[in-house]
Nanobody, 126 residues
Framework: VQLQASGGGLVQPGESLKLSCRAPRDMNLDRWAIAWFRQAPGKEREGVSCIRNSDGNTYYTDSVKGRFTISRDKSKNTVYLQMNNLKPTDTAVYYC???????????????????WGPGTQVTVSS
């Protein structure tokens, strides 16, 4: 499974970005979990948000609640991460990941997803 992540860039604090994670067209996402992770320089990778495509449930790490929104477009086999009011602490490489085990999408982001896309750099700086 090859995921394609895009949408990163350089923005100033307070601005927005929208990341996209596209799955192959022949992949039925209905029972897959898709998550966004990020890794900042010198830090461990952390879960940011995820969506269970079976029921649409979503989860967010505390630091992005109220600012980030995960959504999906089934017709395009794409999951989005709308990031508003970005902060310098959001600077990281963002990765999307997916797994057939739907309950992997949960609030603690403790499970290891099987399939990962290449990262996209998000830099928030004035």
């Amino acid at each position: 499974v090859q995921l394609q992540a895009s949408g990163g860039g350089l923005v100033q604090p307070g601005e927005s970005l929208k990341l996209s994670c596209r799955a192959p067209r022949d992949m039925n996402l209905d029972r897959w979990a898709i998550a966004w992770f990020r890794q900042a320089p010198g830090k461990e990778r952390e879960g940011v948000s995820c969506i269970r495509n079976s029921d649409g449930n979503t989860y967010y790490t505390d630091s992005v609640k109220g600012r980030f929104t995960i959504s999906r477009d089934k017709s395009k086999n794409t999951v989005y991460l709308q990031m508003n009011n970005l902060k310098p602490t959001d600077t990281a490489v963002y990765y999307c990941a997916t797994d057939q085990i739907d309950y992997y999408c949960e609030e603690d982001f403790k499970y290891q997803y099987d399939y990962w896309g290449p990262g996209t750099q998000v830099t928030v700086s004035s």
